[in-house]
């Protein structure tokens, strides 16, 4: 998990130990288009949770300053096998630290500037 990114603690204070890669399935995910500095921006927000951990967590995650976006959502959900939020700030890329994708079958992928987690929830059991 990538220490740098905002918020990343709040998972660690809620869940414990919890790697992007574990978030598998995503129940959210919308994009607004905003302006910045007079300029035009995307901004990505994305609800994702566990699958088979007990409990599972649901974390909600903002991007803002989004390129390059691609997504391949098949249905109403999208379970992703290889999340992850890279740092990618040493390829001093204008503009862009972070590559958010799914590194498995690229059902997700994009650049932006910054990353936060925003809320981290344990989620009840509905298994009997």
């Not at 990343?8 to 607004?32: D, M, N, T």
């Not at 959502?73 to 990618?88: H, L, M, N, Q, W």
């Not at 890329?93 to 932006?112: H, Q, T």
């Amino acid at each position: 998990m990538t220490d740098a990114m905002r918020g990343v603690r709040l998972i660690q204070e809620v869940a414990g130990e919890l790697f992007l890669h574990e978030l598998r399935v995503i129940r959210e995910f919308s994009v607004r288009r905003h302006l910045s500095c007079g300029s035009p921006a995307l901004a990505v927000t994305m609800v994702m949770e566990t699958e088979g951990r007990s409990p599972d967590v649901r974390v909600k995650m903002a991007f803002s300053h989004v390129s390059s976006l691609r997504v391949e959502i098949p249905g109403s959900e999208a379970r992703i096998i290889g999340f992850d939020v890279c740092d990618i700030s040493d390829r001093q890329w204008e503009g862009i630290r972070w590559e958010v994708l799914d590194y498995e079958d690229e059902i997700v992928r994009f650049y932006c500037r910054d990353a936060q987690v925003e809320e981290v929830e344990l989620l009840r059991s509905t298994r009997s």
